[in-house]
């Protein structure tokens, strides 16, 4: 095949979502690793997408964010990029997307990866950019990994502002629980998710001037069903534990570990924690997440830029 010389495809990687109702036992069991889920285990799953209304709209979110970054690029290099989004759980897949880049029209001579997650884990981000490689490796082709982005001050600014935002109704004190979804506590060892998350909570409390432990902690959310211990505290116990200190009137949670409203922010937060909050006699709130933010996006696009090799 001849390549267009200079011409880059960006593989942009997302979770993925059922597109529909019948879709939710696929990709529930590839989750699970072509394992099915227990009936039971599917009920649950169905149950929380028919509480938000029969599907996640994480979808259309991350259409939005793919379509911002692409429009960016265009913008800043017009004709260079050709952007593809790949799915871990849901078609496209990661291996589709690379695929159709590499057999566009004129093809492309390498590839940036970027995961539309700021934190890095090697469960995560990690699993996803090994697939991209593998992938373009097929068809002779590099590709630069975008490993994390949480420090991006475009993103800081925006998690400081959507704090402020929320927590200016809320009576006072009110404490702010930074989270993102848990992992198996087994994958954790030497992993430098849990610190990155711990200095993006940290530096956007300190720019707020939030006090440790009563202005501000940390916590985890949306931990899988399985009989392995996986990293805690969960947002429900820290609600709990608030509750019974007497130390505070109001509960403000910040997602920064998710980009987009989908199915752990819409119900594990907005439906299951507010329940527990309100239980417990808590005002509750979350900020605003990132969804399809144009500083943000703009700031990745500029990003796949300058790890692409493209003059500017």
Not at 210 to 223: E, F, N, P, T, V
Not at 284 to 305: I, Q, S, W
Request: charged share 20%; net charge negative.
């Amino acid at each position: 095949m001849t390549r267009s010389p200079g011409r880059v495809g960006v593989v942009i990687m997302a979770y993925g979502t059922p597109a529909t109702p019948d879709d939710v036992e696929g990709y529930y069991t590839h989750i699970r690793r072509g394992r099915p889920p227990s009936p039971e285990q599917l009920a649950d799953l169905v149950g929380r997408y028919e509480a938000l209304g029969g599907s996640s709209t994480l979808a259309a979110r991350t259409a939005s964010q793919v379509a911002a970054i692409t429009a960016a690029l265009e913008e800043m290099a017009p004709g260079t990029f050709r952007v593809a989004l790949g799915q871990k759980h849901a078609a496209p897949f990661i291996e589709d997307a690379v695929a159709s880049l590499a057999n566009s029209e004129g093809g492309v001579d390498r590839l940036v990866g970027l995961v539309l997650a700021p934190h890095f884990s090697g469960a995560s981000i990690g699993e996803y950019q090994a697939r991209a490689t593998e992938a373009a490796a097929a068809f002779e082709l590099g590709l630069t990994a975008i490993e994390r982005w949480h420090d991006l001050p475009e993103y800081r600014a925006f998690l400081v502002a959507a704090v402020k935002d929320a927590l200016a109704p809320m009576p006072d004190p009110t404490k702010v629980v930074f989270t993102a979804h848990s992992l198996p506590e087994r994958v954790l060892a030497g992993d430098p998710y849990p610190d990155e998350l711990w200095a993006s909570a940290e530096a956007v409390a300190l720019e707020i001037g939030l006090d440790r432990w009563a202005g501000w902690s940390q916590a985890w959310q949306s931990a899988g069903a399985t009989p392995e211990p996986w990293r805690g505290p969960d947002i429900l116990a820290v609600i709990d534990d608030l509750a019974g200190t007497g130390r505070a009137k109001g509960l403000l949670v910040c997602p920064q570990g998710f980009v987009s409203d989908h199915l752990e922010v819409a119900y594990d937060l907005d439906i299951q924690a507010s329940a527990r909050a309100v239980e417990a006699g808590l005002a509750f709130a979350r900020t605003r997440v990132l969804n399809d933010d144009p500083e943000v996006m703009g700031a990745l696009a500029r990003l796949v830029l300058a790890r692409s090799g493209v003059a500017r």
